[in-house]
């Protein structure tokens, strides 16, 4: 309880606790995201989803991020038990909008990416590759100057249309570490 009252602390001082400004720096991050919702018996839908990125950073707000997620979504309902695959490669740009000595660092990121999709159950649609991209808003909170909690929401716009940024969207927790 302690460490979260000083971490709270921390972040409403705005006291900066990592490295002030610079450039050409890594960052590797690893997330992970978990739903699950109940209906009825044996009615139900969960998704998993986990994933990690290295970025070089060419200043302290910008930087080029490879980006790979490994989501797996089941839906099972009295009339359809379908499973979904979903593979992501992604090459992202990312724009923070507060230098990393800030503790509180929110960025926005854009890229473009190739989903790979399996789908099993009662689907037409077996397999799917296709271009799509990829948007997203998170915020990173040092812990030190080396380390980040990583909070982030993502969309994949499936054959690159606007159209579909709801059908994709994810929360995830995740850590980074940067050298």
Do not use: C
Request: hydrophobic residues 40%.
């Amino acid at each position: 309880m302690v460490r979260f009252r000083i971490l709270i602390f921390l972040l409403l001082s705005g006291i900066p606790v990592a490295q002030s400004a610079q450039a050409g720096f890594f960052e590797v991050t690893l997330g992970f995201s978990y739903s699950r919702s109940n209906y009825a018996a044996d009615n139900y839908t969960w998704t998993r989803r986990y994933g990690g990125s290295v970025g070089y950073n060419f200043t302290d707000r910008t930087s080029i991020e490879w980006d790979f997620q490994d989501i797996v979504e089941r839906t099972k309902l009295s009339t359809q038990d379908t499973t979904f695959h979903d593979q992501v490669y992604a090459l992202n740009w990312v724009q923070s909008y507060t230098p990393k000595g800030s503790v509180i660092q929110p960025y926005t990121k854009l890229g473009l990416a190739l989903l790979n999709r399996d789908a099993s159950g009662n689907i037409a649609l077996t397999q799917l590759d296709e271009e799509s991209a990829v948007l997203g808003l998170g915020f990173r909170i040092y812990l030190s100057n080396r380390f980040a909690i990583r909070i982030e929401g993502t969309t994949y716009l499936e054959k690159l249309q606007l159209k579909t940024w709801e059908d994709n969207i994810a929360i995830t927790f995740g850590t980074s570490v940067f050298f």
